[in-house]
């Protein structure tokens, strides 16, 4: 099992950005894919980006494709969430997730990034972006 631990959330102005970081423990990562899903009140989570193990191809929901970009510092099994040009609807929990085996999205389907796929799970951090 992989612990999880998020933090850089915050408050932030529209248009203002922010970096979030993952930091993992634990069993080693191995293959984990690695990613990063927000719940905002009264919705269901949903997927953000993901990362291959070892900092390989990545994936972006296209409600933020090209705002933010998800990286990852192997040497030290942390995975980061950059978010640029935020936006009121960008506020929500942050989560990160860890994936032991598998394919880390599904390509061609109509919600390539799924909770339900990740096996573990930090507590999140919560980002508030206001007007």
């Known amino acids: 099992q992989v612990q999880l631990v998020e933090s850089g959330g915050g408050s932030v102005q529209a248009g203002g950005s922010l970096r979030l970081s993952c930091a993992a423990s634990?069993?080693?990562?191995?293959?984990?894919?690695m990613g990063w899903f927000r719940q905002a009140p009264g919705k269901m989570r949903e997927g953000v980006a993901a990362?291959?193990?070892?900092?390989?191809?990545?994936y972006i929901t296209p409600s933020v494709n090209g705002r933010f970009t998800i990286s990852q510092d192997n040497g030290k099994n942390t995975v980061f969430l950059q978010m640029n040009s935020l936006k009121l609807e960008d506020t929500a929990m942050y989560y990160c997730?860890?994936?032991?085996?598998?394919?880390?999205?599904?390509?061609?389907?109509?919600?390539?990034?799924?909770?339900?796929?990740?096996?573990?799970w930090g507590r999140g951090t919560q980002v508030t972006v206001s007007s």
């Open positions: 990362i291959y193990p070892r900092g390989g191809s990545t």
């Open positions: 634990g069993s080693s990562l191995r293959g984990d894919c």
């Open positions: 997730g860890a994936k032991a085996s598998g394919n880390c999205w599904n390509t061609g389907s109509l919600y390539p990034l799924l909770p339900a796929d990740y096996d573990d």
